[in-house]
């Protein structure tokens, strides 16, 4: 480890791996700090991504593990709303193989990569930023012109800066076991409130026998608890052996929040680039690490690293993907506003033929409101179900049917 860098980057993560590859890959000197002695480990994610993910992260077939052609949506009564068909919408990918690739990849471009390296705080000192690093017990400074907090959903970075002002969070539990029941291709999504209050549950096939099964709980029930309840609610899914491997933490939904500030910039879970209506963080961390990256690298061209010239990430990130997390935002309210006997209404409704073909054409876990705007515009008597706690459905309504002219 040097004394001075370009940039420091906290967290291997993928976010993190992508910003370090992506700043290096022009030449830059770059460190990335990982507190762990694995990348990867300890795995906190179920790995369920969309294809483009996997072009975003340059990270080619070697992580799949399973690719998934269809769903259920289950509802609390157990009925079901089947969709998909020959598309892949989605993969199952191994979490900590793509975190591997990725670090691996920053490694490639030239960033110099340290493990069991913990971020301590950091000091702004004369237009440079002192970072304090903790190594086997031992505290170490580290000087970098720009400091980029990667450090997933409890970021120190974000805490020091004293920017993350939502507690909007699910606390997600996940673990594989040997599957009872064959099933090769279709992933189960169960709306309850009594299994998953505030979130939903899932069983996603590995299709070698395997299954990740999750739950994730938004309004204080204990994740153990929700968790058992699932095991009650889907025994078909589980044979009784011991799970496989566990998986849990924060999932820290998109809310506003600065996400810069005088040498510093935030970026995936740090910087809550996660899907409101999800969780899923793998795939805005990467559009979030994008912009980030440009950014820090015509903030190093020009040696401007004031706060007024890192803004431009903050526009550039909400100009690609604002639209949609605004929108994912109004649809999470919305869930979590409806009760059980709303859900049983909504899936009975979404049933119908005409709606389920809409579904399967225009369904994408990335972008779940280009599905919602072409359902209200199929059925507006869908929007009895939206109105009340979407903020401003009709001018978003004529935005969209605008741009869908254009
Ligand atoms: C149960 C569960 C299931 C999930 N399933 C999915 C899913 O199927 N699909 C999906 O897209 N998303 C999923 N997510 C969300 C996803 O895991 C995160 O959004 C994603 O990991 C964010 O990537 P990141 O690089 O921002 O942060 P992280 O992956 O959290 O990486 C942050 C890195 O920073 C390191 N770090 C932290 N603090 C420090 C420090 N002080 N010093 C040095 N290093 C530090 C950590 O060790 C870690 O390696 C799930 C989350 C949970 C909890």
């Known amino acids: 480890m040097k004394q001075c860098y370009d940039a420091v ?81 989605a993969l199952a990918v191994d979490r900590v193989r793509l975190d591997q690739a990725m670090a691996g990849q920053a490694q490639e471009s030239g960033a110099e990569l340290i493990l069991d390296a913990r971020f301590l705080e950091l000091e702004q000192a004369n237009g440079l930023v002192r970072t304090w690093v903790e190594r086997h017990g031992r505290r170490t400074r580290v000087m ?25 969070t699910v606390i997600g539990l996940a673990a594989e076991v040997r599957a009872k029941e064959a099933v090769r291709d279709q992933v189960t999504v169960l709306l309850d409130k009594d299994v998953a209050p505030g979130w939903f549950a899932w069983v996603i096939p590995l299709g070698d026998g395997r299954l990740r099964v999750g739950t994730g709980t938004a309004n204080g029930l204990k994740p153990v608890d929700s968790f058992r309840r699932l095991r ?74 004031s706060a007024a010239f890192l803004s431009r990430y903050q526009k550039a990130f909400m100009a690609d993907a604002g639209d949609e997390l605004k929108r994912g935002s109004d649809l999470r309210r919305l869930f979590a506003a409806l009760s059980n006997a709303h859900l049983e209404r909504l899936l009975a409704r979404l049933r119908s033929e005409r709606l389920a073909g809409l579904i399967n054409n225009h369904g994408d876990i990335d972008f779940p409101s280009r599905l919602l705007y072409e359902l209200l515009r199929a059925a507006p ?17 004529r935005r969209r049917a605008r741009q869908e002219e254009a």
């Open 381 to 397: 008597s869908l929007a009895a179900f939206v109105r009340a706690p979407l903020r401003f459905p009709r001018a978003w309504l």
């Open 232 to 305: 009650a609610r889907l025994p078909q899914y589980f044979n009784g052996d011991p799970m496989l491997a566990m998986a849990g933490g924060r999932i820290p939904l998109w809310s506003p929040m600065r996400l810069y500030s005088d040498n510093v910039l935030l970026v995936g879970d740090a910087a809550r680039q996660v899907k409101p209506t999800t969780g899923g963080g793998v795939y805005m961390g990467l559009v979030g690490a994008k912009h980030a990256a440009s950014v820090a690298v015509e903030a190093l061209q020009r040696e401007d690293f």
């Open 9 to 89: 980057v906290v967290g291997a993560g993928p976010a993190g791996s992508a910003v370090a590859r992506d700043v290096a890959s022009r030449g830059f000197s770059v460190l990335l700090l990982e507190e762990h002695s694995v990348i990867g480990q300890p795995l906190h994610c179920s790995g369920l991504v969309t294809p483009r993910t996997l072009t975003l992260a340059n990270v080619g077939e070697q992580v799949v593990q399973n690719e998934l052609r269809r769903a259920v949506i289950q509802s609390p009564l157990g009925e079901q709303l089947p969709i998909g068909g020959d598309r892949v919408y």
């Open 144 to 168: 970098t012109k720009l400091l980029i907090g990667a450090d997933g959903a409890q970021s120190r970075v974000a805490k020091q800066l004293g920017v993350h002002r939502s507690h909007r």
